[in-house]
């Protein structure tokens, strides 16, 4: 195989133009979100940039102290991301998301890492890029998850206060919004696993078949991530609803949403 093509800076700034084109599709809608995409563009390039230095450092002098500060630091960022973007939700029920996101993440992270890659989880070259992978769609199950089920707790309200003024219980009456926010949570990444391989290589196949690793591998390392991303998903959005609707009501049934 050929040796993968290093980009330049004057290479790499080609693809910014490729945002004016999507900028002018948003003012030609009248869509106004264009600071929030010239915003977080450049906070995703900052972002990156510094951790591609960190990770240079830590790749370059590998100790366990750097890989756990880092995997420790992504985890906290990823609570912290998805309890700001669900602030109407009770502090009990933030508690549940952040344990449920935390050791749901962690516990899946360990299973692949000592398990399936059958490595140290303390080396960084490993367990840093997929605790991102794993760590990173769970946050956006979680807060996929949460937001259905809150729009959907809202947008029925009066059937959920007419449900309870004819006696039936708050269990009863939420656990199909928790499915429903479960079910929704995992769609995207169900119909991605539907068209892997045909309509898409994905980001780690790829990356790996670029840095010069052959298909068969890289193939198998991206079945076993996809069903690792799958299982965080559905257990971090699970255990985040269905212990935390249960802070929507007192022992005496009564619920205040």
């Known amino acids: 195989?050929?040796?993968?093509?290093?980009?330049?800076?004057?290479?790499?700034?080609?693809?910014?133009?490729?945002?004016?084109?999507?900028?002018?599709?948003?003012?030609?809608?009248?869509?106004?979100?264009?600071?929030?995409?010239?915003?977080?563009?450049?906070?995703?390039?900052?972002?990156?940039?510094?951790?591609?230095?960190?990770?240079?450092?830590?790749?370059?002098?590998?100790?366990?102290?750097?890989?756990?500060?880092?995997?420790?630091?992504?985890?906290?960022?990823?609570?912290?991301?998805?309890?700001?973007?669900?602030?109407?939700?009770?502090?009990?029920?933030?508690?549940?998301?952040?344990?449920?996101?935390?050791?749901?993440?962690?516990?899946?992270?360990?299973?692949?890492?000592?398990?399936?890659?059958?490595?140290?989880?303390?080396?960084?070259?490993?367990?840093?890029?997929?605790?991102?992978?794993?760590?990173?769609?769970?946050?956006?199950?979680?807060?996929?998850?949460?937001?259905?089920?809150?729009e959907n707790i809202k947008s029925k309200q009066l059937r959920i206060d007419s449900l309870l003024n004819i006696g039936v219980t708050p269990q009863k009456i939420l656990i199909p919004f928790v499915n429903q926010a479960v079910e929704t949570a995992l769609l995207p990444t169900l119909y991605s696993m539907i068209g892997m391989g045909i309509i898409s290589l994905p980001g780690m196949m790829t990356g790996q078949i670029l840095s010069g690793t052959l298909p068969a591998t890289a193939i198998l390392y991206q079945i076993a991530i996809i069903i690792a991303i799958c299982a965080v998903t559905c257990l971090s959005v699970f255990c985040s609803l269905y212990f935390g609707y249960k802070t929507l009501y007192n022992k005496r049934m009564q619920m205040s949403i």
């Open 1 to 150: 195989m050929s040796e993968i093509v290093s980009l330049n800076i004057w290479q790499f700034a080609l693809i910014y133009l490729l945002l004016i084109i999507v900028l002018l599709i948003m003012k030609k809608c009248k869509i106004n979100q264009t600071k929030l995409l010239v915003a977080a563009s450049f906070r995703m390039t900052a972002q990156l940039a510094l951790a591609g230095l960190v990770l240079t450092y830590i790749l370059k002098n590998p100790h366990p102290v750097f890989t756990l500060a880092y995997l420790l630091l992504m985890t906290g960022f990823a609570i912290y991301v998805t309890l700001s973007r669900n602030k109407s939700i009770n502090k009990k029920f933030k508690i549940i998301v952040g344990f449920s996101l935390a050791l749901t993440g962690l516990s899946i992270v360990c299973f692949f890492i000592m398990a399936v890659v059958g490595v140290n989880i303390f080396n960084p070259q490993y367990t840093i890029p997929i605790s991102g992978m794993i760590i990173g769609n769970a946050m956006t199950g979680v807060s996929l998850g949460l937001r259905v089920f809150n």
